[in-house]
């Protein structure tokens, strides 16, 4: 482990656990994030990200093994990965113990889909096949994190040439296997990981570029730290020193500025832009193209007198089910952009997002994020309403047209909650327990110990990934948890909370017409800012002209 420990930025143990860390260059910038799954003291294995092959990771590791180090590496070439993933848990694990688990037993252990058991997350495990090749479990699908999606990744080290693999692929994605799962293509997964804010290898970090001749290289097209991209606490360990890296790593947290830039998403609305390709056959001209990687992103209304950042990545058009194109970009810090927006008399629009628990921006005026992350014991805290949020920036160039917005990992999601699914989970449970213990008989006792098996029970299973079943105490009769699409519901006491059921009946049609009113008047409220929006651009263009 200590090879392991000296080169990367988080601690592994030799436990059966399986970890996320970073791999840096002298000067702190990101080469690639690895997974680390420790066997014991004399086995571990790596899992390099999509797009990043074994080999190169190999040659880049293996120069610095000394023989008193006594570590070996093993390039597996042939390795064939393998990701089940859902935004539910229960869905994997279902199709895992369905189709998987029977094909494995085949040319496995026996008796496997009765004796198996789940990794816990942060574990990982291990099974020989009957010719000794291994397989491997880790409880995490790909570089999706668990507010993107649930899931198992399976790593076939075999000799076979991919072929047990390959047919495990192909009947889970068969036609005749109506009940499996849904084969995710190239340019949708690309797409997913764009929408769930992941920085990937290739785009955010590693860049690679076409030299004339055709071949590639590693370019600092965008040398990016892993704190620029906001990769925090699961990979990096703040109290490690002494790892490659860790100087540059260390003086950007000791920046009471923060990071040079920060990595958001940007959305290209298509109602704003009307595309070259819609209006080809016209014969007018027409500046309106889609976003491509590299463009540059400048602040509307400034002229390309303020520019923000690139793009380092781009979905799919409508590839998110919404009339939209949307990308990652890696920008400038806030109070750069915003003093010089202030001098052209210039103003962020509204924020598109507002992180759980995030600071009022008009109260905390002097609110930083390098002094944010010094004066925290964890590298990111919750994040305030981001200033650059609802930044409205034109491509360089063309009249393109698109708008800033924090990435989810930004957003505040708590454990367990899904960025795709309906459902609303308190990040306190205990904190909104007692506020609606206190509205209701105006006393509570956290101490209680029906209510501390809630808890532990609730963040038992936000930390595994679970759904919420209806009750989720099972000994003790005085304290359940419920979940509502919408709305957060948690009885403590029993009877305590309850309420005349015509009351609720009452209450339930006072709130739905409530909603729908509200509903109706943030939508005409949209129409009227999207039109005011649509005005004010055509007279820009107007002026440019």
């Given at each position: 482990?200590?090879?392991?420990?000296?080169?990367?930025?988080?601690?592994?143990?030799?436990?059966?656990?399986?970890?996320?860390?970073?791999?840096?260059?002298?000067?702190?910038?990101?080469?690639?994030?690895?997974?680390?799954?420790?066997?014991?003291?004399?086995?571990?294995?790596?899992?390099?990200s999509p797009g990043h092959f074994s080999t190169p990771l190999f040659e880049r590791l293996d120069p610095l093994i000394f023989p008193m180090d006594q570590?070996?590496?093993?390039?597996?070439?042939?390795?064939?990965?393998?990701?089940?993933?859902?935004?539910?848990?229960?869905?994997?694990?279902?199709?895992?113990?369905?189709?998987?688990?029977?094909?494995?037993?085949?040319?496995?252990?026996?008796d496997l889909v009765n004796s198996w058991r789940f990794p816990s997350p942060g574990q990982i495990r291990r099974l020989t096949l009957k010719d000794g090749s291994p397989v491997l479990v880790f409880p995490t699908p790909s570089i999706l994190p668990s507010y993107a999606a649930f899931g198992y990744t399976i790593a076939f080290l075999t000799n076979d040439n991919g072929e047990l693999a390959k047919l495990l692929f192909r009947s889970l994605v068969s036609e005749n296997n109506p009940d499996g799962p849904i084969e995710l293509g190239p340019?949708?997964?690309?797409?997913?990981?764009?929408?769930?804010?992941?920085?990937?290898?290739?785009?955010?970090?590693?860049?690679?570029?076409k030299q004339d001749d055709g071949s590639k290289k590693t370019t600092t097209f965008t040398p990016a730290s892993p704190l620029e991209l906001h990769i925090g606490p699961d990979m990096i360990d703040s109290e490690k020193g002494c790892y490659l890296g860790q100087e540059g790593v260390a003086s950007m947290m000791k920046n009471p500025r923060g990071p040079p830039r920060?990595?958001?998403?940007?959305?290209?609305?298509?109602?704003?832009?009307?595309?070259?390709?819609?209006?080809?056959?016209?014969?007018?001209?027409?500046?309106?193209?889609?976003?491509?990687?590299?463009?540059e992103l400048f602040v509307l209304g400034s002229n390309e007198e303020i520019s923000v950042g690139r793009i380092t990545s781009v979905g799919e058009p409508g590839g998110t089910g919404d009339r939209t194109t949307i990308g990652l970009c890696l920008i400038r810090r806030s109070d750069s952009v915003l003093s010089r927006m202030k001098a052209l008399g210039l103003e962020v629009s509204p924020p598109l997002t507002i992180p759980e628990g995030h600071v009022d921006m008009e109260e905390e005026e002097d609110w930083d994020i390098g002094e944010n992350m010094k004066a925290s014991s964890k590298l990111f805290p919750k994040a305030p309403v981001d200033k650059l949020d609802g930044l409205d920036v034109i491509i360089g160039g063309t009249f393109t047209i698109g708008r800033l917005k924090s990435v989810p990992s930004r957003q505040g999601f708590p454990p367990g909650l899904n960025m795709f699914e309906d459902v609303i989970l308190y990040d306190d449970i205990v904190g909104e327990a007692s506020k609606l213990q206190s509205a209701?008989?105006?006393?509570?006792?956290?101490?209680?110990?029906?209510?501390?098996?809630?808890?532990?029970?609730?963040?038992?299973?936000?930390?595994?990934?679970?759904?919420?079943?209806?009750?989720?105490?099972?000994?003790?009769?005085?304290?359940?948890?419920?979940?509502?699409?919408?709305?957060?519901?948690?009885?403590?006491?029993?009877?305590?909370?309850?309420?005349?059921?015509?009351?609720?009946?009452?209450?339930?049609?006072?709130?739905?017409?409530?909603?729908?009113?509200?509903?109706?008047?943030?939508?005409?409220?949209?129409?009227?800012?999207?039109?005011?929006?649509?005005?004010?651009?055509?007279?820009?263009?107007?002026?440019?002209m």
């Amino acid at each position: 482990m200590d090879f392991l420990n000296n080169k990367f930025s988080q601690t592994f143990k030799a436990d059966g656990s399986y970890k996320m860390g970073c791999l840096l260059n002298p000067k702190g910038r990101l080469v690639d994030t690895v997974g680390v799954g420790a066997i014991d003291s004399n086995e571990a294995y790596m899992l390099t990200s999509p797009g990043h092959f074994s080999t190169p990771l190999f040659e880049r590791l293996d120069p610095l093994i000394f023989p008193m180090d006594q570590v070996k590496l093993k390039d597996w070439k042939d390795a064939r990965i393998l990701s089940v993933a859902s935004s539910r848990l229960k869905d994997v694990k279902k199709c895992f113990k369905k189709h998987v688990l029977p094909m494995l037993e085949e040319v496995g252990q026996d008796d496997l889909v009765n004796s198996w058991r789940f990794p816990s997350p942060g574990q990982i495990r291990r099974l020989t096949l009957k010719d000794g090749s291994p397989v491997l479990v880790f409880p995490t699908p790909s570089i999706l994190p668990s507010y993107a999606a649930f899931g198992y990744t399976i790593a076939f080290l075999t000799n076979d040439n991919g072929e047990l693999a390959k047919l495990l692929f192909r009947s889970l994605v068969s036609e005749n296997n109506p009940d499996g799962p849904i084969e995710l293509g190239p340019r949708e997964f690309e797409t997913f990981r764009i929408e769930a804010g992941v920085p990937a290898f290739g785009h955010e970090f590693s860049v690679l570029e076409k030299q004339d001749d055709g071949s590639k290289k590693t370019t600092t097209f965008t040398p990016a730290s892993p704190l620029e991209l906001h990769i925090g606490p699961d990979m990096i360990d703040s109290e490690k020193g002494c790892y490659l890296g860790q100087e540059g790593v260390a003086s950007m947290m000791k920046n009471p500025r923060g990071p040079p830039r920060l990595l958001y998403s940007v959305v290209f609305e298509d109602e704003l832009n009307l595309y070259q390709y819609e209006t080809e056959g016209d014969g007018r001209e027409n500046l309106t193209r889609l976003p491509e990687v590299g463009d540059e992103l400048f602040v509307l209304g400034s002229n390309e007198e303020i520019s923000v950042g690139r793009i380092t990545s781009v979905g799919e058009p409508g590839g998110t089910g919404d009339r939209t194109t949307i990308g990652l970009c890696l920008i400038r810090r806030s109070d750069s952009v915003l003093s010089r927006m202030k001098a052209l008399g210039l103003e962020v629009s509204p924020p598109l997002t507002i992180p759980e628990g995030h600071v009022d921006m008009e109260e905390e005026e002097d609110w930083d994020i390098g002094e944010n992350m010094k004066a925290s014991s964890k590298l990111f805290p919750k994040a305030p309403v981001d200033k650059l949020d609802g930044l409205d920036v034109i491509i360089g160039g063309t009249f393109t047209i698109g708008r800033l917005k924090s990435v989810p990992s930004r957003q505040g999601f708590p454990p367990g909650l899904n960025m795709f699914e309906d459902v609303i989970l308190y990040d306190d449970i205990v904190g909104e327990a007692s506020k609606l213990q206190s509205a209701k008989t105006g006393s509570y006792r956290k101490q209680e110990t029906g209510y501390l098996q809630a808890e532990a029970n609730a963040r038992r299973m936000m930390e595994e990934g679970e759904e919420y079943p209806w009750d989720v105490i099972e000994k003790n009769p005085n304290a359940k948890v419920k979940i509502e699409s919408k709305q957060t519901l948690i009885e403590v006491g029993g009877s305590a909370v309850e309420e005349d059921d015509e009351e609720d009946e009452d209450d339930e049609l006072k709130k739905q017409i409530e909603q729908a009113e509200a509903e109706a008047a943030a939508a005409e409220a949209e129409a009227k800012r999207k039109a005011e929006k649509m005005e004010m651009l055509r007279k820009r263009a107007e002026a440019a002209m």
